[in-house]
């Protein structure tokens, strides 16, 4: 059994459309969100985390909303301002902005214990997003550089291999719409529709969560 580790039951909503049916499982824990200024290493902490705590194969998603005209904030503190301004402040500060492009992130990161035949790398970076993207950690060359070391020292301080997948969206940020979803939904359009105007397999087609979901499904049929 797989444990998908969240406080957050809207992500599993979306994930159990990618794993057979009881194939996995809500894990309410909280593991420690370390700060950094990437999803990546936050993703293989807790995943190293969650699986000692549940003795068993674990997924974690930590996702961000990076805001372009704010350089990318609030990024990897997206849960604590949800909490403290909260959605409909976000979309004020957005709509003094002059550029209000917006992308979700979202990092996977597994770890079962064991280490992985296919990628040496205590943490594998092959399935990174590299499309040029708004968010201050976009692009190729970003991709392939200051992170690579916080994932070097992570990895020395604890050799348990973690697999990370990412998945990206492009969008913009606009007054509140719709009540499907959770979190910044209601206020992150893209193509025309906010994710919060979205069923769930529409959201999936096109978001962040659901590109990582389809690399780590790929990749786990196999295991
Ligand atoms: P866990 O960490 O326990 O999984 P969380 O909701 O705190 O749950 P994150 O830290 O990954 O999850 O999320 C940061 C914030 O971004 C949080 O406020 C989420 O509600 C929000 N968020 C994450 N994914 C989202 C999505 O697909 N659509 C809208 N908001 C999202
Ligand atoms: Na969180």
């Given at each position: 059994?797989?444990r998908?580790v969240t ?6 909503r979306?994930?159990e459309r990618y ?7 809500r894990?309410?824990f909280?593991y420690?969100e370390?700060?950094?200024d990437e ?7 807790g995943?190293r ?5 549940a ?6 998603d930590?996702?961000?909303l990076?805001?372009?005209?704010l350089d990318?904030?609030p990024?990897?503190?997206s849960?604590y301002v949800h909490?403290t301004l909260?959605?409909e402040?976000v979309?004020e500060?957005a709509s003094e902005?002059?550029?209000?492009r917006?992308?979700?992130r ?6 079962d214990g ?5 990628s040496?790398?205590p943490?594998?970076?092959a399935?990174?997003d590299?499309?040029?993207?708004a968010?201050?950690?976009a ?5 392939d550089g200051g992170g690579?070391e ?5 990895a020395d ?14 969008g ?7 009540d499907?979803g959770?979190g ?5 359009e ?11 397999d529409?959201k999936?087609?096109?978001?962040h969560?659901g ?8 990749w786990?049929a196999?295991?």
């Amino acid at each position: 059994m797989l444990r998908y580790v969240t406080t957050n039951p809207g992500k599993v909503r979306e994930a159990e459309r990618y794993l057979p049916d009881g194939s996995v499982e809500r894990l309410d824990f909280d593991y420690t969100e370390i700060q950094a200024d990437e999803l990546g290493p936050i993703a293989a902490r807790g995943a190293r985390e969650a699986y000692r705590h549940a003795d068993g194969p674990v997924l974690v998603d930590d996702a961000g909303l990076f805001v372009e005209g704010l350089d990318g904030f609030p990024g990897p503190y997206s849960s604590y301002v949800h909490e403290t301004l909260g959605v409909e402040r976000v979309q004020e500060i957005a709509s003094e902005l002059d550029d209000r492009r917006a992308a979700f992130r979202c990092t996977l990161g597994y770890c079962d214990g064991e280490g992985f035949a296919a990628s040496p790398d205590p943490v594998d970076r092959a399935d990174r997003d590299t499309a040029a993207a708004a968010g201050p950690d976009a692009g190729e060359s970003d991709a392939d550089g200051g992170g690579d070391e916080d994932e070097a020292a992570d990895a020395d301080a604890d050799p348990l291999p973690v697999k990370l997948f990412e998945g990206y969206v492009p969008g913009r940020i606009v007054a509140p719409r719709g009540d499907g979803g959770f979190g910044y939904d209601p206020i992150f359009e893209h193509d025309g529709e906010t994710f919060a105007e979205m069923d769930t397999d529409r959201k999936n087609a096109v978001s962040h969560r659901g590109r990582a979901l389809e690399k780590f499904a790929e990749w786990y049929a196999d295991r």
